[in-house]
C-alpha cells in the first residue's frame, strides 16, 4: 500500500478539521452522542477526500516521433 502523500494528509486534516465545526455549529448538539456521531462523519468525510486528491503519475516526455510535422525541432544543423 503506497504512503499517502503530502497533499492527502492536507485536504484530509483541513477537511476533518473544518467540516466538525461546521456540523457542531449548525447542529448545536452538546450531547456525547451527537458529537461523537459528528467527529465520525468527519473523520469519514476527510478519509473520502483524502482517497480521491490524484496521485502523481509518472512524468512521460513526448518524443520526436509523435510530434506532427509541423511541430517537429531539426535535431541537427
Known sequence: MPRPTAAQLAYGSCTVI????AMLL???T???LGIAVI???ALALGLL??????LP???TVASAE???ESERVP???
Request: zero cysteines; glycine letters at 8%.
Open 26 to 28: 449548525l447542529s448545536q
Open 75 to 77: 535535431t541537427t544543423l
Open 18 to 21: 473544518f467540516s466538525t465545526l
Open 57 to 59: 503519475g509518472p512524468r
Open 66 to 68: 509523435t510530434a506532427p
Open 49 to 54: 477526500v483524502a482517497m480521491t486528491v490524484p
Open 39 to 41: 467527529a465520525l462523519a
Open 30 to 32: 452538546s450531547s456525547g
